[in-house]
């Protein structure tokens, strides 16, 4: 209950809020959500198995969000930057997918 | 627990902004587009509105002209001939039987680099013309264009412009003249010849048709006439 009260808080805050993101930075973003998405599924995958933990959930979910954006600064710097954010994006749909199908062999038993 | 729900509302945090940023680009994508219409839209009303006024200046300046000549012997006599030479530099509108000339462009081929093959060139148009006018046409106008004394037929990259306003596919190439002599003399002229040659060459179609009954073709009104003048001398140190 609590982990969802926290998603709803952050979206009601984004919406009131009206947060102007400067232009660059807007690159960032999409990669940034994707990741943060990545981490959310990871933590609905470990509840469901038990083995849920604050810690790693919390250090997971910054370190990702912030290496993803680190590794497309760093693609921007070197003229790259596309490529490499479509690569850091299949990456994490791939984790994605794996997580979600894992979550979805836990709830529906297939 | 507490961090959790911090890093929880920052995963909604992002998400909602980037909707929100999402659609605010869509936004403003879209009232820049439709600001770009409203501005292409009051373009063209100008251009209508200045068609207008040149249609009404050009009827003043025949009238006054008129009024200037008035009615002596001369003067209706300078009238007369300015008629009659209106007729042939495209000044005046004129009606009467003829010939109707349709070009258009021929099928659209499949690749990219074939398309531009089939496509009427101003060139074809141009031969066109000057056919009619060897076949003895007294006047011509091409979808509504009178070509007049300094009536330019050419393309801009892929439009057709005659009279500087841009024409399309059908080309539709009124003359007037003698109906019985004009469509055949025309097809035997170089204009006939040279539309049968890019028939075979680029599938470009045409027809060549006589008018019987009245065509009204519109005047095309001059602007100021340049011609070339002698320096004075005093001012050609320079020439030398």
Redesign the interface.
């Known amino acids: 209950m609590?982990?969802v009260?926290?998603?709803?808080?952050?979206?009601?805050?984004?919406?009131v809020l009206?947060?102007?993101?400067p232009p660059a930075l807007?690159s960032y973003?999409?990669i940034?959500?994707v990741a943060?998405?990545d981490?959310?599924i990871g933590a609905g995958r470990a509840t469901l198995e038990g083995v849920f933990d604050?810690?790693v959930?919390?250090v997971s979910?910054?370190s990702n969000?912030l290496l993803a954006t680190l590794i497309v600064f760093v693609g921007n710097q070197l003229g790259v930057g596309a490529q490499l954010s479509t690569a850091v994006i299949v990456v994490l749909g791939i984790r994605i997918f794996t997580n979600a199908a894992a979550v979805r062999r836990l709830l529906l038993g297939a | 627990?507490l961090?959790?729900?911090?890093?929880?509302?920052?995963?909604?945090?992002?998400?909602?902004?980037?909707?929100?940023?999402g659609r605010e680009r869509a936004a403003s994508v879209s009232s820049e587009r439709s600001s770009l219409v409203a501005l292409a839209q009051q373009a063209r009303e100008e251009a209508s509105a200045l068609e207008e006024r040149v249609v009404e200046l050009d009827a003043e300046v025949s009238r006054l002209r008129d009024a200037a000549l008035g009615a002596e012997t001369v003067g209706s006599e300078l009238a007369t001939q300015i008629g009659t030479l209106g007729v042939t530099a495209g000044t005046e509108p004129v009606q009467g039987p003829g010939a109707k000339v349709v070009v258009s462009d021929g099928e659209t081929e499949v690749s990219g680099a074939e398309e531009s093959l089939s496509r009427v060139l101003d060139i074809d148009l141009q031969q066109v013309v000057n056919g009619l006018w060897a076949s003895g046409a007294e006047s011509v106008a091409i979808n509504g264009q009178r070509i007049g004394a300094l009536t330019a037929i050419r393309s801009v990259q892929e439009v057709i412009l005659v009279n500087y306003t841009p024409v399309v596919s059908p080309y539709e190439v009124l003359a007037i003249g003698d109906p019985r002599t004009l469509p055949t003399d025309f097809l035997r002229s170089s204009g006939g010849r040279w539309l049968q040659a890019v028939n075979l060459s680029s599938g470009i179609r045409f027809t060549i048709d006589s008018v019987s009954s009245r065509s009204v073709l519109p005047a095309q009104p001059v602007g100021a006439l340049r011609y070339a003048r002698p320096v004075p001398a005093d001012e050609r140190e320079d020439a030398q």
């Open positions: 609590i982990p009260l926290g998603l709803i808080i952050g979206i009601v805050l984004g919406v009206d947060v102007s993101v807007e973003l999409p940034a959500v943060a998405l981490a959310l604050d810690r959930f919390v979910f910054i969000v | 627990m961090l959790t729900l911090v890093a929880l509302a920052l995963a909604g945090l992002l998400i909602a902004v980037l909707v929100v940023s």
